[in-house]
């Protein structure tokens, strides 16, 4: 409520102060915003605060395996599961996903088996699912690649008439707050932006680009790019996962019906490295994670539960126990894991190997084959 | 057979393509109402609609990036990089996106999209307009790179290009546009060579000229100057630098026991280093000579002034011809 000139009372739009979407408070308070109705089931957002339990145990394991040497790297999601199921769960199932490298919560979401993350990190392939299959495109390591890749996507729906109506689809292309320095990125916002493509742009601002903090990337709010490009950017709380939820399937349901693209800054923190090989305490100070603790994505859901009568006791033993399983499930998955046969590094590169690519293979064969004891096999594909 | 310029068989093919696949989608800066600096996309946008040929924003990585996004849809994207210095902002997309997308997806993932890069000199443009930079992308695997030399390749090899299943860097020769040739545009690409294969332009028996691009039609008129000095030259057209036709080059070179590699991009480190090394790999007992190399110098590309002392021409490529010739 606030008080206008005159002393008319309005009722102004439920949003914290600094633009920030909220729906759920980091004290688990339900905030009611027209804006922004949810309408989930006690089920619903049970299923929600599994998904983010478990996303966090595979992320833990992850790097305990990587602690351990079976993962040459790991990038943790430590801090982002709120804006990565919340976002995830707002996809309809034809929808597309261009993700970064550390997206594994949307990987959850969209049924990419886990294990399939590992190989990448462990150095086994460099991304061994079929996108199509699960509307989940490739992890892209380079960054920003990704958002003209999804754009592009995107355009291809506009082209096969798959906007508006039933059917319709669109596209969310991920990056992080470092991300929006790049020429890629910008260049997605105009190509998006011209040809109104149904697309929502999704950056995961968790604050540092490694070692960089967000004000050597921009001097105004993330979120307000998007109007020089001429088209919408909204903030959310990113470690609310029903805002991230309702706020993602909003800007899905306008990119659907022809309204172009929108930006959505998630304003979150990444509470661990920027992978298993960094070291925050370098650049940043402990007290900051501390104040971020206070705003962990998962406690906040749990006290909404908890106070709303909608899990009791039984609900968190049984959820637990399912993490400890996922956790021991993957961890014996990744240890054995075999190598790939040393010949497969001459697959896949053309539709058809080459006269010279046949020739190095049949070559590094018959070397391998001077070693007692050696295998190796398979066409070339 | 229909004479036209280099421009207007490629015209053709794009044309043919447009009509044969409704997936083939046509993107660039200008391409559409203007028809390209260079026309070769000419009055396709009126024909097959803005939305298969389309005018792009003026940012190279970006129209690379968005065609392999299309191409992940399923469409199969031409994108014209107007200038040959003006691909290196899209070199992330291409090198790093395009090339390494069906390996890195276990083969998941096709990526049909052809780049077209008009190169070379010998136009008097200004910096950044006469460049020739295949080999940053002859060295990356997962791409083609084809070169056309002539009008009848140019309508064929575009079509091959656009239906290949790999990515194409092709190359046009753009001090070749403006020249004329018979085209098959009738037949279509029934017998036609493959875009991979390479082709002896003129037949010889006493040193083969490897050349490709803009410099085919400068070797062949070489050969033709040599005869007065009895000299017999065959002229092999690569056409393709990745794959490289390995077997059709050494086997001329097996007939001649000499072998001479022409191309503009500058000698050091360039395409005409690895056909040096396998031509010495695989002919060495038939070689009369050393590998010698026509090129452009170790420097950047000179004001234009100075292109024609830059680029070799017909008397640089015989002063290495006649060399061969001193061992």
């Not at chain 2, 656009?162 to 020249?179: A, G, N």
Request: hydrophobic share 40%; proline share 6%; aromatic share 8%.
């Amino acid at each position: 409520m606030t008080v206008e000139p005159g002393g008319a009372t309005t009722t102004a739009p439920i949003e914290p102060p600094d633009g920030l979407i909220q729906l759920l408070t980091p004290e688990g308070e339900r905030i009611e915003n027209p804006d922004y109705p949810v309408e989930l089931t006690a089920d619903d957002i049970r299923d929600m605060y599994r998904d983010l339990v478990l996303v966090r145990r595979i992320d833990t394991e992850a790097i305990s395996l990587q602690r351990q040497g079976e993962l040459g790297i790991w990038a943790s999601l430590l801090g982002q599961e709120a804006a990565q199921i919340g976002s995830g769960r707002a996809l309809g199932p034809n929808d597309m996903v261009f993700p970064t490298y550390r997206e594994h919560g949307v990987a959850w979401c969209r049924g990419i088996d886990p294990v399939k993350l590992l190989e990448l990190y462990r150095g086994v392939s460099h991304g061994g699912w079929d996108p199509k299959e699960h509307k989940f495109h490739l992890y892209t390591i380079v960054i920003g690649a990704q958002t003209l890749h999804a754009t592009g996507y995107a355009m291809g729906i506009q082209r096969d008439g798959a906007v508006g109506g039933d059917g319709a689809e669109a596209v969310v292309a991920y990056f992080g707050d470092g991300a929006t320095s790049q020429g890629d990125v910008n260049e997605a916002f105009v190509w998006g932006s011209v040809f109104n493509a149904p697309i929502v742009y999704f950056c995961q601002n968790n604050q540092w680009a490694i070692s960089e903090p967000l004000e050597k990337q921009s001097r105004i709010p993330l979120y307000q790019r998007a109007r020089g490009f001429g088209f919408p950017g909204l903030r959310v709380d990113g470690n609310d996962v029903l805002a991230c939820y309702a706020v993602t399937r909003k800007a899905l349901q306008a990119a659907r019906d022809g309204q172009g693209p929108t930006l959505i800054e998630a304003v979150t923190y990444r509470m661990g490295a920027h992978t298993t090989t960094d070291d925050p305490t370098r650049y940043r100070l402990a007290s900051e994670l501390e104040v971020w603790k206070l705003k962990d994505p998962i406690e906040r859901v749990r006290a909404y539960l908890v106070r709303t009568g909608q899990a009791g006791p039984e609900f968190f033993a049984d959820l637990d126990a399912e993490a400890a399983k996922v956790g021991a499930d993957l961890r014996e998955a990744c240890r054995t894991m075999p190598d790939p046969p040393p010949l497969t590094i001459f697959d896949n590169v053309y539709a058809e190997p080459t006269a010279i690519l046949r020739a190095e293979r049949e070559q590094y064969a018959a070397y391998l084959d001077t070693f007692e004891g050696a295998e190796h096999g398979g066409e070339p594909r | 057979m229909t004479t036209l310029t280099l421009s207007k068989a490629l015209n053709a093919g794009l044309r043919r393509a447009l009509e044969d696949d409704p997936k083939v989608l046509i993107m660039g800066e200008d391409v559409g109402k203007l028809g390209g600096v260079f026309r070769v996309t000419d009055g396709l946008q009126k024909d097959f609609g803005e939305d298969r040929v389309i005018d792009t924003p003026l940012a190279e990585s970006g129209i690379v990036g968005t065609a392999i996004g299309l191409a992940l849809r399923g469409y199969r994207p031409v994108c014209e990089i107007q200038f040959d210095g003006f691909v290196f902002p899209a070199v992330d997309q291409i090198v790093s996106q395009l090339g390494k997308m069906r390996y890195r997806s276990r083969g998941h993932v096709s990526l049909p999209v052809v780049i077209r890069i008009p190169c070379g000199g010998g136009i008097g443009a200004v910096e950044h307009h006469s460049e020739s930079p295949e080999v940053v992308f002859a060295h990356t695997a997962g791409l083609r790179v084809v070169a056309c030399a002539d009008p009848a390749d140019a309508f064929t090899m575009i079509q091959q290009s656009i239906s290949s299943d790999d990515p194409v860097i092709f190359f046009e020769p753009k001090r070749r546009y403006w020249d004329k040739g018979e085209v098959e545009v009738a037949s279509g690409l029934a017998g036609a060579l493959p875009f991979d294969r390479a082709k002896v332009a003129l037949e010889g028996t006493d040193v083969t000229l490897l050349c490709y691009g803009p410099l085919v039609r400068t070797c062949l008129e070489a050969a033709i100057a040599a005869r007065d000095d009895g000299r017999s030259i065959e002229v092999v057209d690569l056409r393709s630098l990745s794959p490289l036709d390995v077997d059709t080059v050494c086997a001329s070179v097996r007939r001649t026991g000499r072998c001479v590699v022409a191309h503009e991009a500058p000698v050091y480190a360039g395409f005409g280093a690895e056909i040096a090394a396998r031509v010495t790999e695989q002919c060495f007992y038939q070689l009369e000579a050393p590998v010698l190399r026509a090129g452009g110098f170790a420097t950047p590309y000179p004001p234009s002034r100075l292109e024609d002392h830059y680029l070799p021409d017909l008397d640089r490529i015989l002063d290495a011809v006649d060399r061969t010739f001193g061992y």
